[in-house]
């Protein structure tokens, strides 16, 4: 990251070609001739980080954490995730997807509501000992499954969402101080006022956060008790050891949802990006999260697409803007195209069809340019983030212009 914003900034001292705008309209970022008409540098950041901070804070709907957490362990927990969802709102959206996924499958599958369905897939449901019931085998064990299901349909959605944190009103704050930042940004380009590159990137996160919001919307928000289920007697003596927290399982459960060693029946909890196990899961629904989660990244680079005509400090940062917004709006369209085509090839492997045929030839091609695309995409996201903020050092002299809300308004 420190190579990165070092590179960024030797290059736009280093051009030798004119500047995007001249040195004459260089405004000192606090100077204001007519305080009802202007903002601040300070009044740009503030706005730009009150909105990611407020999306971020109630998008974010992190699993049930292991028991006896301490205060500060479960803010740590879900600061970690809004971490996520900020640098890479895209794998944030995935996860969101994996579980509606989940919770669209247990709802259809066993006849309960979609709120019961997320409620399994975040690890709602433990069983009298308290190891988490969050898989098809253990619902459809002869054994206890049975016992399982008849207590997990016995509960009612409200006292699964007595337990959550968050309802309809605060999700409604945090939408629409979303969707006024949205406003403020389409009033700047109504007014032909500039929007600055950090702004345009907040956009992006809001934009993009939206999506997670509507897969969540009827899933519990930080939930930190768990709903046992099950027989109480009879069940047998297990030593149960807490969530694994290695590197590999980290990357693997951020990526995919993919914990190979991740053992619900002697487990405390689910860990942190679990849904449930892919082969759960209806052939239909298993991809359908990554095709949505490449979607999402597409829209979050043509939003970046829309400071394609902005003024910047230097041609090559102007240049840098646009090459990285472009690439983020259309590397994500190659694994959209390798999940489908690979998916489509697995289901007809078996015959002649001409999905097989295709198939065969395209899945490594495609598998490769997924693994390269996934390596460019991610370094030009670290560019746009950086150059969202470096160019804030020199700002047009409109930026600092407020919008003038009167002309909105009906009068005589």
């Not at 292991?66 to 709102?89: C, E, F, G, Y």
């Not at 009033?187 to 600055?196: M, S």
């Not at 927290?245 to 990357?251: E, F, I, Q, R």
């Not at 804030?392 to 005589?412: E, M, N, Q």
């Amino acid at each position: 990251m420190l190579f990165l914003l070092l590179f960024t900034h030797l290059v736009s001292q280093r051009s030798n070609a004119s500047p995007a705008y001249g040195l004459d309209s260089r405004v000192a970022p606090d100077s204001c001739d007519d305080i009802n008409n202007c903002r601040r540098l300070f009044d740009i950041i503030w706005g730009c980080l009150t909105t990611i901070f407020a999306c971020t804070w109630v998008s974010v709907h992190p699993n049930v954490p292991p028991p006896n957490q301490s205060s500060v362990s479960l803010l740590w927990r879900r600061l970690k995730m809004m971490l996520i969802a900020v640098i890479a709102p895209e794998l944030m959206v995935c996860f969101a997807a994996r579980q509606f996924v989940t919770a669209r499958w247990f709802s259809k599958k066993f006849g309960v509501s979609t709120t019961h369905g997320f409620f399994f897939s975040m690890g709602g449901f433990v069983s009298r000992i308290g190891h988490p019931i969050a898989t098809k085998k253990q619902i459809e064990d002869p054994l206890l499954g049975p016992e399982y299901l008849s207590a997990i349909t016995k509960i009612n959605i409200e006292d699964i969402m007595d337990k959550s944190k968050g309802d309809g009103l605060s999700k409604g704050v945090a939408l629409l101080q979303g969707l006024w930042f949205t406003v403020q940004c389409v009033a700047r380009l109504a007014q032909h006022l500039p929007i600055t590159a950090l702004e345009v990137t907040m956009l992006a996160f809001a934009v993009v956060n939206v999506f997670t919001w509507l897969l969540w919307w009827g899933k519990p928000l930080d939930v930190q008790q768990p709903i046992p289920v099950g027989p109480s007697e009879d069940q047998p003596e297990t030593s149960l050891i807490p969530v694994p927290s290695n590197w590999g399982d980290w990357v693997t459960g951020t990526l995919g949802g993919h914990y190979p060693d991740y053992n619900p029946m002697v487990s405390t909890a689910v860990p942190s990006f679990w849904s449930t196990e892919s082969s759960d899961m209806a052939y239909d629904d298993t991809y359908i999260p990554y095709l949505v989660a490449c979607a999402v990244g597409t829209v979050f680079g043509t939003i970046h697409c829309a400071a394609w005509t902005s003024k910047f400090p230097s041609t090559n940062e102007m240049w840098m803007w646009r090459s990285c917004s472009l690439l983020v709006a259309t590397i994500p369209v190659i694994p959209g195209f390798y999940t489908a085509t690979s998916e489509f090839s697995v289901a007809y492997s078996s015959s002649a069809h001409y999905w097989a045929k295709v198939g065969k030839f395209l899945v490594p091609i495609l598998a490769f340019g997924t693994g390269l695309g996934t390596l460019i995409y991610t370094i030009a996201r670290l560019f746009l983030i950086i150059l969202s903020l470096t160019t804030l050092r020199t700002l047009p002299p409109g930026a600092f212009t407020d919008i003038d809300w009167s002309v909105y308004i009906p009068h005589l």
